[in-house]
């Protein structure tokens, strides 16, 4: 595996249920995130995770739940979601956290959609 | 606050050249990125500029004038793959990543 990784790529998932996404890095990189993308909105910043650290929550709900157990390995826990959380849900890696021209490498994302 | 403004959609021709726009009113500046995301798959990094005038990359060039806040994307000699939409993203004075709500392109023959 090469790049950034995510399973599952859909999920569906009533209100009631608890699921995970899973992300994993194969670039060596420091710092990881989730990003939520909704149609013809920009994309969300959710949680950044430096060095297995949250450095950053967007003010993002409860219901969601990150966990970054070593810095090749991100996971986003899901709970009571709601409809209006359905999106594409992105991971994404860069070398480190800060500095000019930090580029971020994504993966191909998991098409959430919550009944 | 801070915003990334670009059109919500283009058409071109195959052949033909577009240039996307963008503009951004952030806090501080630290660089700007252009991505390419096709349907269903992830955001690619396509160029990034810091300083002034244009950056060229074969078919895709990028500008940059950050006195009036403003970029363009330029793709020349358009082939139906690049039908996909352009996120243009600035990182501000935390280098943070700003993005904007992204241009789709619709090539066709």
């Known amino acids: 595996e090469t790049g950034v990784t995510q399973t599952p790529r859909h999920l569906v998932m009533g209100m009631t249920n608890k699921k995970s996404l899973k992300c994993e890095q194969h670039?060596?990189?420091?710092?990881m995130y989730w990003y939520k993308q909704s149609a013809k909105k920009p994309l969300e910043l959710m949680f950044v995770?430096?060095?297995?650290?949250?450095?950053e929550n967007n003010s993002v709900p409860s219901r969601f739940s990150p966990e970054c157990p070593n810095s090749s390995h991100l996971f986003l826990h899901l709970h009571t979601l709601q409809p209006e959380d359905s999106a594409l849900y992105l991971c994404?890696?860069?070398?480190?956290?800060?500095?000019?021209?930090?580029?971020?490498?994504f993966g191909p994302g998991t098409r959430l959609t919550v009944l | 606050g801070q915003n990334i403004d670009q059109p919500t959609e283009m058409t071109a021709t195959e052949g033909a050249i577009v240039q996307i726009n963008c503009t951004y009113q952030?806090?501080?500046?630290?660089?700007l990125f252009w991505y390419q995301q096709h349907a269903g798959e992830a955001p690619t990094f396509l160029s990034y500029?810091?300083l002034d005038g244009l950056e060229e990359k074969g078919r895709f060039s990028s500008f940059l004038s950050r006195s009036k806040g403003y970029s363009y994307l330029l793709l020349k000699e358009l082939q139906m793959k690049d039908s996909a939409s352009y996120l243009c993203?600035?990182?501000?004075?935390?280098?943070?990543?700003?993005w904007g709500a992204g241009t789709k392109l619709i090539i066709k023959p």
């Open positions: 994404a890696s860069s070398q480190r956290l800060a500095g000019a021209y930090n580029e971020q490498f």
């Open positions: 670039l060596g990189h420091n710092a």
């Open positions: 995770y430096s060095l297995e650290e949250r450095v």
């Open positions: 952030t806090s501080g500046f630290n660089g």
């Open positions: 500029n810091v």
């Open positions: 993203a600035v990182l501000d004075s935390n280098y943070q990543l700003i």
